[in-house]
């Protein structure tokens, strides 16, 4: 068992080491990039161990926490029942949209070459001059994936794609699903931390005290006392948790990390911001108070467009967005000129 647990927790350095690896310091030092394999053989490296990381908390799920909360016969409860519809339908919406995050295109704009063969007449336009692209308003280049993004929020180290007008809703429903899920991994590990941490601690001691003979000497003869820890009563479902009690530690910290990103993204959407917009009003603003002029502008002035057009607009219906399934509109809300 805990053979697994290791595996879960080398698997998630590789993919945080990796993404420090291959994605950030390329970018500190450009001459890296020469030894490294290309961006796509990259994304499917990522792949492997992020794809670890899903079946071991489902594991963990299954043989684990589901009988520490309910120790007899969990399938045939329904709160047995609830635990596990509510754990897989988090898990599945979040592969499901992580996925899709990744292996979805995030929006090129027109090469400028195709874009004046397709128009008789053709107004002034604006290109990118590295991509040869044609420049929309929220048109940013990547200068990770060499191309112009369109609606580009930011090059997404953890999906090595960017994250622009087609692939966004999938993002933003991931991080939202990642969160909450998170949020009731927490709650189901809170209990066992609570309840069965003492009687762990209890059991490693008595353990020590076997392999030290003259302790148990001494309490035999009644010189040292452990009966505070000998009344000790363990609660129903411990048995099943045991040393995964501490688990509860590092999801607090993953789920704080992952609420940080939701609450960040949810922040730049009502403010109808992209990561870039947000980089821009730091570096434009020249104290505090302006910056907070500036968000507090465009939280309550703005049309929220980024809301409308990203995530909004990519589904027919509200109902989508709570079951896994994939953009059903295609058409946009028209793209405005720089
Ligand atoms: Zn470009
Ligand atoms: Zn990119």
Redesign the pocket.
């Known amino acids: 068992m805990a053979v697994i647990v290791v595996t879960f927790f080398v698997t998630t350095a590789v993919v945080v080491f990796g993404v420090l690896a291959f994605q950030i310091l390329p970018r500190l030092f450009p001459k890296l990039k020469t030894f490294l394999p290309s961006q796509a053989v990259i994304s499917y490296f990522q792949l492997v161990p992020i794809s670890v990381i899903f079946p071991t908390l489902l594991w963990l799920f299954f043989s684990v926490y589901l009988y520490a909360h309910v120790p007899e016969q969990p399938y045939s409860s329904l709160l047995g029942w609830v635990h596990i519809f509510i754990t897989n339908y988090m898990m599945a919406n979040a592969v499901f949209n992580y996925y899709m995050t990744v292996f979805t295109c995030p929006g090129y704009p027109q090469r400028h070459d195709e874009f004046t063969r397709d128009r008789l007449f053709v107004k002034t336009y604006q290109m990118c001059i590295k991509c040869k692209r044609v420049r929309n308003a929220g048109t940013h280049h990547?200068s990770?994936?060499h191309t112009c993004?369109e609606m580009m929020c930011h090059?997404c180290p953890f999906t090595n794609n960017?994250i622009g007008r087609r692939n966004y809703v999938y993002y933003y429903t991931f991080l939202t699903y990642a969160f909450f899920g998170l949020l009731y991994a927490c709650y189901l590990a809170y209990f066992p931390f609570v309840n069965c941490m003492s009687g762990l601690v209890v059991r490693k001691i008595q353990e020590t005290m076997s392999f030290l003979p003259q302790l148990s000497a001494l309490r035999e003869a009644g010189i040292v006392r452990f009966n505070m820890y000998e009344d000790l009563t363990v609660p129903e479902g411990c048995q099943f948790v045991q040393e995964y009690a501490v688990l509860f530690a590092p999801c607090v910290g993953i789920t704080c990390f992952m609420g940080l990103l939701f609450g960040f993204q949810t922040f730049l959407l009502l403010a109808d911001m992209s990561i870039v917009d947000f980089y821009e009003s730091l570096s434009n603003a020249t104290s505090l108070q302006e910056l907070l002029r500036i968000f507090h502008v465009s939280i309550f002035k703005r049309k929220k467009f980024r809301f409308k057009n990203l995530v909004l607009g990519k589904k027919s219906h509200v109902w989508m967005f709570f079951v896994p399934f994939p953009n059903n509109v295609e058409n946009d809300l028209p793209l405005k000129d720089l």
């Open positions: 990547c990770w994936c993004v090059h960017c």
